[in-house]
């Protein structure tokens, strides 16, 4: 079964850092999306991407969240300057219009922030 | 906002039993999606079911919807001790994004 692959697995970073988190979505999926999941807290959503552009965000999605596609394939989360907080499982989701709007997830990228 | 809450939050059964687990939204939706979550790993997608659809199977899971009491829920039978996880519910409004709900952290003991 295809799948939706996420890196890092885990990530470590000093508060005030950058991150990235890389996502490839599975072939020819068009739609794209970023969750989180705070330890032992629901899933949330934080951004949707079609086309290249933003579709939806949540009030989460700030200033220092952004998403892209900087080479057609990987699809990106960058958090710009990290808080305590933004400490979660950070999820990709991906939706092709063959796959009956169900959302395929990966296994998530584990950010702590210190 | 479209938050599902699931209920019960915790559920604890025997192994061979089954498990029902309900969800409930508050705006009309497209569809809602069932997943499971084993503790530290990624969401695996279990059922879609569509507005139109009242009932769905797969396997030993049964997933039923009522749009006019705009609720649905998960029946697991027979159930394993490997059903242990969290199950959540994701419902869209035709909008880019899925909401999910709080979950529901089944233990099947064995």
């Known amino acids: 079964e295809p799948e939706v692959t996420q890196t890092p697995s885990h990530q470590v970073t000093q508060m005030g850092q950058e991150v990235i988190l890389r996502c490839v979505p599975i072939s020819n999926h068009l739609y794209f999306y970023w969750y989180r999941q705070i330890l032992g807290q629901k899933v949330e959503f934080l951004v949707s991407?079609?086309?290249?552009?933003?579709?939806?965000k949540s009030e989460i999605f700030d200033d220092q969240f952004s998403v892209e596609r900087p080479d057609g394939s990987n699809f990106t989360l960058k958090i710009r300057s990290t808080k305590l907080e933004d400490s979660a499982m950070y999820f990709c989701?991906?939706?092709?219009?063959?796959?009956?709007?169900?959302?395929?997830f990966g296994e998530g990228s584990w950010l702590t922030v210190v | 906002s479209q938050q599902g809450e699931e209920d019960p939050q915790a559920l604890s059964i025997q192994e061979g039993e089954n498990a029902t687990m309900n969800c409930s939204y508050k705006t009309s939706i497209n569809n809602l999606q069932w997943y499971r979550q084993n503790s530290g790993r990624g969401l695996v997608h279990l059922i879609l079911i569509r507005s139109n659809e009242r009932e769905k199977h797969s396997g030993r899971l049964r997933v039923t919807l009522d749009t006019s009491k705009k609720s649905s829920s998960l029946l697991i039978t027979a159930s394993r001790a490997a059903d242990t996880a969290s199950y959540f519910c994701?419902?869209?409004?035709?909008?880019?994004?899925?909401?999910f709900g709080t979950g529901t952290r089944l233990k099947v003991l064995a």
């Open positions: 989701a991906t939706m092709g219009r063959g796959s009956g709007n169900t959302i395929y």
């Open positions: 991407f079609y086309n290249n552009e933003i579709s939806e």
């Open positions: 994701a419902t869209d409004a035709g909008t880019y994004k899925y909401i």
